[in-house]
């Protein structure tokens, strides 16, 4: 029985020492620190602007040139393309790409340091031009990526 009395003692004596390292109410909570980083915008340079709008409009044009032979169509066409792009076009019969003359200059709907989209007025609607940059940095060049034509054309 004498030890249920000291338990009991020792847990009177504990409990509100133990309760007194609670912070108050009153206490002021930290706040975390905020530091200001520097937020960097992937945006092409204005030389890379007028290089893939003269890029777009001169590919797009060899693009449209259905009148050569399907080797020469693509051996015009070539120079402008990536990688991946001169595989895909490689196939096509330039007699297929719908009849279009270019009507306007191109229009950068989207754009980073690394893709940019231009849109060009055609007498069919407004074709999608998509350029990428290939290789390795430092010696990377704009080529173009995709040709969308506009919705409905044949």
């Known amino acids: 029985m004498r030890n249920w009395w000291k338990v009991a003692i020792v847990l009177v004596a504990v409990v509100p020492v133990v309760g007194c390292g609670a ?15 520097p937020t960097y ?8 602007l007028e290089e893939t709008a003269t890029l777009a409009d001169s590919a797009l044009r ?3 040139n259905r009148l050569e032979t ?3 169509w ?8 990536g990688r991946d792009a001169l ?3 490689s196939t096509v019969d330039p007699m297929r790409v719908p009849e279009a003359e270019i009507k306007g200059s191109p229009v950068l709907v989207q754009g980073n340091a690394t893709a940019v989209a231009y849109l060009i007025p055609t007498t069919i609607g407004q074709w999608r031009v998509q350029l990428v940059r290939e290789g390795e940095a430092g010696s990377s060049r704009w080529v173009v990526d995709r040709f969308v034509q506009p919705e409905g054309a044949q």
């Open 23 to 37: 912070v108050s109410p009153q206490s002021p909570t930290p706040t975390p620190s905020v530091t200001n980083t």
């Open 62 to 64: 060899a693009y449209l």
């Open 74 to 81: 693509i051996d015009a066409l070539s120079p402008y393309l």
């Open 70 to 72: 399907p080797d020469r």
């Open 41 to 48: 915008i992937d945006t092409p340079e204005a030389d890379d």
């Open 87 to 89: 595989y895909a076009y």
